[in-house]
């Protein structure tokens, strides 16, 4: 194990898990996570992944119920986090950036 998150074996990577910001709740918070930073990770093809999840999640009772509203949240959540984050550390153009983004879910 390294770095507390990476395991190795035999000079390969077997392995990688962060548990910083893990939650229980809402699956598509995972989803929101990754399509709200992708303007910052331009190798992300948000509608792609987003499609992938949707299709995989259709055959599951209730996993897209009221998709829109919850994507909202976690969008929300993320955001405000990470503008309170960024004011913590002072910040502010983080911070701005991180506002400009909550704003394509207004």
């Known amino acids: 194990m390294m770095y507390r998150n990476v395991h190795v074996e035999n ?3 077997t392995g990688l ?3 910083g910001i893990s939650l229980y709740g809402d699956h598509l ?3 929101g996570l990754i399509e709200f930073w992708a303007p910052w990770y331009p190798s992300i093809d948000a509608p792609q ?8 999640w259709s055959d599951i ?5 009221r998709f829109d509203e919850r994507w909202q949240a976690c969008w929300l959540r993320i955001g405000a986090e990470h503008i309170a984050w960024n004011a913590y550390r002072e910040d502010w ?5 991180v506002a400009q983004r909550m704003r394509v879910i207004a």
Do not use: N
């Open 11 to 13: 000079a390969h990577i």
């Open 17 to 19: 898990f962060d548990w």
């Open 29 to 31: 918070y995972d989803l």
């Open 49 to 56: 992944l987003r499609a992938a999840a949707c299709e995989r």
């Open 93 to 97: 153009a983080e911070a701005e950036r």
């Open 61 to 65: 009772p209730g996993a897209l119920d």
